[in-house]
Structure formats: C-alpha cells, structure tokens
C-alpha cells in the first residue's frame, strides 16, 4: 500500500478515535470515577450493545493508529529492505493480536460468557 | 564494502531535542506521548480482560491501579493523551497546507515559512492544555 495512503487511514483513525474516546472518557466521569469502575457498572457497560459496539471501534483505530505509529517510528529509525518488511509485518501481526484479545472481552463479557 | 546506515546518530540522534527549535521538541514529545500511549491501550486491554475472572478478580486488578502511584500514571496518560490528540492536529492542518505560509524564493536568513508564530502557538497550546487536563485528572482523581 502507498505510504500517502497509509497516513490517510492513520490520520482518519486519529480523528475517528479522538471524537470516540471522548465518550469513552465522559461514561466515567457521568457517574463518579471510582464508582463508574465497579463490576457491576462494568459488566452493564459491555452488555449494552451500543457501547459494546463503541469499545470495538475504538479498539480497533487505536490499534490501526497505534501500531502504524510505532511502524513509522521504527522506519525513521533504520531502513533496509528486510528490516522494513520485518518492521511492517510485525506491526501488522502485533495489531491483529491486540484486536482479537480485545475482542474476545468484549464478546465474552458482552454474552454473558462468564 | 560494509553497509553504513545512513541515520548514523541512531536513536541518540531522533531523541535530541536540541538545535532546532520548539518544533523539535514537539516531535520527540510527539514519538514519545505516542509511544507511551501505546504501552498504556496494550495495558489497558489486559487490564479490562480481568473483568473474564469475575468481579473477585476485577476487584484485585482494580486495587493495583486505584492507588496514588496508579493515580500518578493515569494523570501522565491524560496529559500524554491531550498532548498527542492537540499536537497530532496541528500536524495535520500542516500536512494539508493551513497554516504553513506561502511559497516563497528562499532568501537570508531562510527562515522556514512553515515554522511560523501559528504553528509555535499550537504546540505552546498543546503544552499548557496536556498540562491543564493533567491537574483536572489528578483533581477528579485524588477528590473521591
């Protein structure tokens, strides 16, 4: 993919994130901080499927976001064929497993499965 | 012949914030917000996995991060947070031409356009807000 491409989808997931985690962030403080965190509050948060849907999405930019920043970081520090595809792909394979282990919290919490 | 890098400083030279103004300084507090961002949504997705323990082991993954020291990370996330989001915008509105200058024939003592006044005011801004929303967290919560 073209790297003008790439910092479209990451400045797209910046913003998209931004306008996300500010709801994210304002669910705690409606209640009170602390009380927003206990286990029930949780648990009726991941089982409201609106919200549930929310968390999916800010995980997912955030880790399009997040691992793609750290992949530009890495190829400003070094560049070479074999260390840009290693960089890139690890990336990728870091961003896929932080999506899945996300989401299986929030399908397992969001039916019931514990 | 031996391969030579051609980023021969490595990573002392991406962190030095010296020679180049305030705008260097953003971009190693740029890197560094992001990377520090990072480390705490991979921490935070293991955290939130607790609550599959039920609530005995959400309760003690709570109890690690609800203390002053958990308090004091968290305070450094939300200035991180708002420092990353402000600067990231203005980097933004850079890339797609607001605020950077006109094009002009470079004469003495070529000063770059796009390092001007607006872009300085929006990093000094990204500052003095990270450092605002620094103490309305630390207000909310160390006030409970």
């Given at each position: 993919m073209r790297e003008s491409i790439i910092m479209k989808i990451h400045y797209g997931t910046a913003l998209a994130a931004v306008a996300l985690v500010?709801?994210?962030?304002?669910?705690r403080l409606t209640q009170g901080f602390a009380e927003s965190l206990e286990y029930q509050n949780v648990i009726a948060n991941y089982k409201f499927l609106p919200y549930a849907g929310m968390l999916e999405i800010i995980l997912i930019l955030?880790?399009?976001?997040?691992?793609?920043?750290?992949?530009v970081i890495l190829l400003e520090l070094k560049q070479g064929r074999a260390y840009e595809?290693?960089?890139?792909?690890?990336?990728?394979?870091?961003?896929?497993?932080?999506?899945?282990?996300?989401s299986r919290t929030i399908l397992m919490v969001n039916m019931g499965m514990i | 012949?031996?391969?030579?890098?051609?980023?021969?400083?490595?990573?002392?030279?991406?962190?030095?914030?010296?020679?180049?103004?305030?705008?260097?300084?953003?971009?190693?507090?740029m890197r560094l917000s992001g990377l520090g961002l990072l480390a705490y949504f991979i921490g935070h997705i293991y955290e939130t996995s607790s609550i599959l323990k039920g609530e005995v082991g959400w309760s003690e993954f709570l109890?690690?991060?609800?203390?002053?020291?958990?308090?004091?990370?968290?305070a450094i996330v939300i200035a991180m947070c708002v420092f990353h989001?402000?600067?990231?915008?203005?980097?933004?509105?850079?890339?797609g031409g607001v605020g950077v200058g006109?094009?002009?024939?470079?004469?003495?003592?070529?000063?770059?356009?796009?390092?001007?006044?607006?872009?300085?005011?929006?990093?000094?801004?990204?500052i003095v807000l990270a450092a605002v929303a620094m103490l309305y967290g630390l207000a909310v919560m160390f006030g409970e």
């Open positions: 500010a709801v994210h962030v304002l669910m955030l880790s399009i976001h997040g691992f793609n920043g750290l992949r595809k290693a960089v890139s792909y690890g990336c990728v394979a870091a961003m896929i497993g932080l999506i899945a282990y996300g | 012949m031996e391969h030579q890098d051609e980023n021969k400083a490595g990573i002392g030279g991406m962190i030095n914030p010296r020679r180049y103004g305030i705008e260097r300084v953003a971009y190693l507090l109890e690690l991060t609800q203390t002053t020291e958990g308090h004091a990370i968290l989001t402000v600067n990231g915008i203005r980097v933004m509105l850079g890339h006109k094009p002009a024939r470079p004469d003495y003592p070529y000063e770059p356009a796009s390092q001007n006044a607006r872009h300085k005011m929006g990093i000094y801004s990204a």
